[in-house]
């Protein structure tokens, strides 16, 4: 698994996107970055995949730890971002064209319209000033 690094410089939309598609194919991303406006492209980035994965009715949630990474011989104390969907249950696959193209294919064709139902008569209409003597079932005084 690739590591998504996000620094102050990047653009929160190209961040998404590759966010999106990785967890599409995926299920989960990692986001790493360094330094307070780099941690701000990262939120803005996973907000925007949100949006990006919501239609398919995924919601996701970004967990944050730290990580010790080391640059240029120097280690300094990283955030990493993983990201996830919220219902472990959710899965992608890339695999999964065929079986839309089949269902588009069984939507597109001609459904005959469904016949409409006449309502059933529940209580009998009274006429203007008639009473009844009974009381409705399951009220109780």
């Given amino acids: 698994m690739a590591v998504l690094k996000v620094s102050s410089s990047s653009s929160p939309s190209a961040a998404a996107g590759a966010l999106a598609n990785t967890i599409r194919d ?66 992608f696959a890339p695999s999964i064209a065929p079986v839309r193209a089949a269902a588009e294919e069984i939507v597109s064709e001609p459904v005959p319209p469904e016949p409409a139902l006449e309502p059933e008569a529940e209580f009998e209409e009274l006429g203007e000033g008639e009473e009844t003597e009974e009381e409705p079932p399951g009220v109780v005084f």
């Fill in 26 to 91: 995926q299920g989960w991303a990692e986001i790493q970055v360094i330094g307070p406006k780099a941690v701000n492209q990262a939120v803005k980035a996973i907000a925007i995949a949100r949006g990006y994965i919501a239609p398919s009715g995924i919601d996701l949630v970004a967990v944050p730890s730290f990580v010790e990474v080391e640059i240029e011989g120097q280690e300094k104390t990283a955030i990493r971002l993983e990201v996830r969907p919220r219902n472990p249950v959710a899965k």
